[in-house]
């Protein structure tokens, strides 16, 4: 073997030693506390409905009839609404929130349209004024009513005599971070 190969070798085995031999090179290292503490979550509560009261009715027709679920046959054009209150908690630093109701479900009993033709909207009060999505915590009072439309327009002669169940429809307070 000549010189300048048996240097090489002398050299590549003095970098493997170095290296710790997996190809590795070891730094310095410390570590310091930055010290612990307690977290605690917030909250959000929204009240069962209370649809009875002052202001509050249970399902009427055109806002101001009676109406008799399962009674009461409606036509295209007519609107049944019920109107609820209840309170919402929100607690927590930057705690928000919006309302809505989730999407209506409405079972058809027979074979007419009707389900497909009814829709559902929900209007709030929070604390006597006007809806706007919640940015503060707090306690809210809220009024909730809900309208289900049996929509003129987009009536059809199949949804005669239709016969179906809305099966529910929730008030929603979905936390935001304000």
Not at 50 to 65: F, R, S
Request: aromatic share 6%.
């Amino acid at each position: 073997m000549n010189k300048s190969t048996k240097g090489a070798l002398a050299a590549g085995a003095a970098a493997v030693l170095l290296t710790g031999g997996a190809g590795t090179l070891a730094y310095w290292e410390d570590s310091a506390d930055v010290g612990t503490t307690n977290i605690v979550s917030g909250s959000l509560s929204l009240s069962a409905p209370v649809c009875t009261g002052v202001g509050l009715h249970d399902w009427e027709l055109d806002g101001a009839g009676a109406y008799t679920p399962g009674v009461t046959t409606i036509v295209p054009g007519d609107s049944i609404s019920k109107v609820c209150d209840a309170t919402l908690t929100l607690a927590g630093e930057h705690v928000g929130a919006t309302l809505a109701i989730d999407t209506a479900t409405f079972t058809d009993n027979g074979t007419s349209t009707l389900d497909d033709e009814l829709s559902a909207t929900a209007t709030f009060l929070v604390d006597g004024g006007a809806y706007a999505p919640l940015t503060a915590p707090g306690t809210y009072a809220v009024r909730a009513t809900v309208t289900v439309t049996f929509d003129g327009p987009a009536a059809t002669n199949t949804s005669q005599l239709g016969d179906v169940n809305l099966d529910a429809i929730n008030i929603t307070a979905t936390q935001t971070h304000s």
